[in-house]
């Protein structure tokens, strides 16, 4: 669709007053939210990373990038996904972070976001979260799930450490853990002895549904 295209271009060239007219259009035709997530601005954040890593844009355009989309988050996005129905029925509680050392927080935002509107209760604890502060997070609210978000190659290594310690603190059994983020992948997740792993938020809230049917 033409209108995604246009969303992604103008997000790239960091127009933010264009990307919210687009926006605000694309939702007035009845375009779902996570479909302008999707398909308009997570491609664009992937194509401004390559053009960092080029040497084309500088950390001060990805500062500008993270801000514009959580900018459009919470003015149009979010508001919409909450209009569009969300599911009454409580689930269970996740309890969710971006792991020690990574300060990327949008992707993870957006999961917690969407699991909320789903149905769960979520305690979000923010970025550079450590393995104890997970552990302490799921034994003050008795969490079914725990969910663990990195985006740097370095700090994904980070979400063993957290499964280790919830192995310590004897939770292991009690809770189940779901990862997520751009350079994660399901054979990571599995060679960590993560329970699940989700490409993206709409996947996340499936796999968080599925994880506790099978308890
Ligand atoms: Co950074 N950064 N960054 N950055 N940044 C990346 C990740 C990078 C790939 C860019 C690049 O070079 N191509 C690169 C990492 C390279 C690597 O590790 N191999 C990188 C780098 C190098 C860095 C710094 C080191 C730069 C520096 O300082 N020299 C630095 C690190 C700081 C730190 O964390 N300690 C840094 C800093 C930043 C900013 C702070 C400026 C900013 C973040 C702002 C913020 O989050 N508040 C930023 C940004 C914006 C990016 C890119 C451009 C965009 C990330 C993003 O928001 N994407 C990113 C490029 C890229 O991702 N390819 C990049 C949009 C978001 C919707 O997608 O987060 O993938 P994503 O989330 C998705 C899925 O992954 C999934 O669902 C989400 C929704 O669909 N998902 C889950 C995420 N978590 C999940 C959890 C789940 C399930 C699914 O279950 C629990």
Same mark, same amino acid.
């Given at each position: 669709?033409?209108?995604?295209?246009?969303?992604?271009?103008?997000?790239?060239?960091?127009?933010?007053?264009?990307?919210?007219?687009?926006?605000?259009?694309?939702?007035?035709?009845?375009?779902?939210?996570?479909?302008?997530?999707?398909?308009?601005?997570?491609?664009?954040?992937?194509?401004?990373?390559?053009?960092?890593?080029?040497?084309?844009?500088?950390? =001060?355009? $990805?500062?500008?990038?993270?801000?514009?989309? !959580?900018? +459009?988050?919470? @003015? /149009?996005?979010?508001?919409? #996904? &909450?209009?569009?129905?969300?599911?009454?029925?409580?689930?269970?509680?996740?309890?969710?972070?971006?792991?020690?050392?990574?300060?990327?927080?949008?992707?993870?935002?957006?999961?917690?976001?969407?699991?909320?509107?789903?149905?769960?209760?979520?305690?979000?604890?923010?970025?550079?979260?450590?393995?104890?502060?997970?552990?302490?997070?799921?034994?003050?609210?008795?969490?079914?799930?725990?969910?663990?978000? =990195?985006? $740097?190659?370095?700090?994904?290594?980070?979400? !063993?450490? +957290?499964?280790? @310690? /919830?192995?310590?603190?004897? #939770? &292991?059994?009690?809770?189940?853990?779901?990862?997520?983020?751009?350079?994660?992948?399901?054979?990571?997740?599995?060679?960590?002895?993560?329970?699940?792993?989700?490409?993206?938020?709409?996947?996340?809230?499936?796999?968080?549904?599925?994880?506790?049917?099978?308890?």
């Amino acid at each position: 669709m033409e209108i995604f295209n246009e969303i992604k271009k103008n997000m790239v060239e960091l127009d933010d007053v264009k990307v919210k007219q687009l926006i605000e259009e694309a939702l007035k035709k009845g375009v779902s939210p996570t479909e302008i997530v999707e398909k308009s601005l997570r491609p664009a954040m992937v194509e401004i990373g390559e053009l960092f890593e080029k040497g084309e844009y500088f950390l =001060a355009e $990805l500062v500008v990038a993270g801000d514009i989309f !959580k900018e +459009v988050m919470d @003015e /149009l996005l979010l508001p919409a #996904l &909450r209009k569009s129905g969300a599911e009454i029925e409580k689930l269970g509680t996740v309890v969710i972070g971006t792991v020690k050392g990574d300060l990327h927080d949008i992707g993870k935002s957006i999961v917690a976001s969407m699991l909320r509107a789903a149905g769960f209760e979520v305690i979000d604890l923010g970025v550079d979260v450590s393995p104890e502060k997970f552990v302490e997070a799921v034994k003050k609210y008795n969490a079914n799930i725990v969910g663990l978000s =990195a985006l $740097l190659t370095t700090t994904m290594l980070e979400m !063993k450490n +957290v499964i280790e @310690e /919830l192995k310590k603190a004897g #939770l &292991r059994d009690k809770v189940k853990v779901i990862v997520g983020g751009a350079p994660v992948t399901p054979e990571f997740a599995k060679e960590i002895g993560a329970d699940a792993y989700a490409r993206d938020a709409v996947e996340a809230v499936e796999v968080c549904k599925k994880l506790l049917k099978r308890k």
